[in-house]
């Protein structure tokens, strides 16, 4: 017995983990660890400041409660964006 297909995800971006080192997020079929060491702007945020992220431009994610934005690519290519925070 096969079970049905499920539909499609309508969700471009979700939060699936906050833990002690730091937040794994989904985007568009991928799945990123934002480590607080590399991202410590997160470190000390609510819960329901990190899930409020929105998507846009296809390529943009904002944190409006925290005043976080990340481009995908910074992400996906970690090496040609190096972070540095004092």
Do not use: C, Q
Request: glycine share 6%; no cysteine; net charge negative.
């Amino acid at each position: 017995m096969k079970s049905k297909m499920r539909g499609k995800n309508t969700l471009d971006v979700e939060i699936l983990n906050i833990s002690p080192h730091g937040i794994w997020i989904y985007v568009k079929g991928k799945e990123y660890a934002l480590p607080f060491d590399e991202y410590p702007w997160f470190k000390d945020a609510k819960i329901s400041e990190i899930g409020n992220v929105e998507f846009k431009h296809g390529h943009h994610l904002r944190w409006p409660a925290l005043d976080i934005d990340l481009d995908l690519n910074s992400l996906e290519n970690t090496a040609s964006y190096p972070l540095i925070y004092k």
